[in-house]
């Protein structure tokens, strides 16, 4: 009896001997991919200092060059607003609104997704629930659409069916 619990004391110890290696290792890895790190980071300055020698100048420049992109990018974003705005020829359901128009285009013209104009309830039903069961494979359509209802792509399909119509009376 006595020798079963030495020889079972004995296991866990060689087992929390080996745990214990094996968290030295992990820091002796970690260390080194550490130092890996402060190795190249440290070869990176020299470079930089030989093209750029006026650090600080180079800095204040990087700023305002994000500055100017950051500007950019706000212009364009309010361009682009202002066209959505401007573009809108008839008025579409919030959901459409909130979950497509992004990217289908607020009367489903198309922008980063295609076109939606002219397809059939149908066809778009089955798109629709095709993205969903990942029938069709478009991760952005899938993970859109996992948390819809059925009853909810049933109504985008039927309302999105009425754009053809309604563009063409909005031109009129
Ligand atoms: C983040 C962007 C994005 C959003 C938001 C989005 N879509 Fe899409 N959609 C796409 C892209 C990209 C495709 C093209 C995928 C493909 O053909 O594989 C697509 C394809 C489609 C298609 C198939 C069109 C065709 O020509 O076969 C339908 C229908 C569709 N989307 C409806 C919707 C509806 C309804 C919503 C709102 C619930 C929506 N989409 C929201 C990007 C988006």
Redesign the pocket.
Known sequence: MIRHIIAAIATLLALWAMVFMYQLDQKAERFRQIQEIIEKSKQEVPVQKTTQPIQQIEESSVEEQMKKEEDEVAKKLKALRERAGSAMAFKVSPL?KQ??S???GVNGEGA???S?IG?SEAD?YK??TDFKSGV?K?Y??YG??AK?SDADLKA?SEE?ATFEEKLKAAAE
């Open positions: 459409y979950k497509c992004s990217c289908h980063i997704g295609p939606l397809k778009l798109a629709l069709r478009n952005v359509m859109l659409l819809m985008l999105i």
